[in-house]
């Protein structure tokens, strides 16, 4: 009976061994498909890191798909997402050097804390705006536009944003 046991767990474990080996490769090369870029391929982007609980993230999202004034905005610019909670690696060149990173450790490194967390920034990789939290469709509109005519240049978000209504 023993010995029947002692086969067993060494088959087992043969088996689990053999399942649990991999091919450093090709586990190199999957990781290396798998990295996702938020290198801008038009002269800005928007990068909006949320978390998976967060509800405004949502609205957000769901303003993306149904505001027609938004999608309009937003033609030009390149749109991006990145998951907080997330360690999936991705390509970046904010901050002017191109790098791959995880996707939790970019958003600590911008800053992150709250979401939606908005982020625009040029092909360069420098960052024009930040604005930490949810905004309104209207305002959100002013938001895209203050980085899409470059009014960023001359004037300051605070007053672009009392100028567009």
Do not use: H, W
Request: proline share 5%; hydrophobic share 35%.
């Amino acid at each position: 009976m023993m010995r029947k046991g002692l086969l067993f767990v060494t088959i087992l474990l043969t088996f689990f061994l053999g399942a649990c080996k991999s091919d450093n490769t090709d586990e190199y090369s999957i990781r290396e498909e798998e990295v996702k870029s938020i290198i801008p391929k038009n002269n800005y982007a928007l990068l909006i890191v949320e978390s998976k609980s967060c509800m405004y993230c949502a609205q957000l999202k769901k303003d993306l798909k149904t505001e027609p004034e938004i999608k309009e905005a937003l033609k030009g610019i390149d749109l991006y997402f990145l998951l907080y909670e997330s360690y999936k690696p991705v390509e970046t060149n904010i901050g002017g050097q191109v790098k791959k990173i995880p996707e939790k450790d970019l958003a600590r490194t911008l800053k992150a804390t709250a979401f939606p967390y908005i982020i625009f920034y040029d092909k360069k990789g420098n960052i024009i705006l930040q604005i930490p939290g949810y905004l309104p469709p209207e305002k959100f509109v002013c938001a895209i536009n203050y980085v899409k005519s470059e009014s960023f240049k001359s004037i300051p978000i605070e007053q672009y944003m009392k100028e567009c209504g």
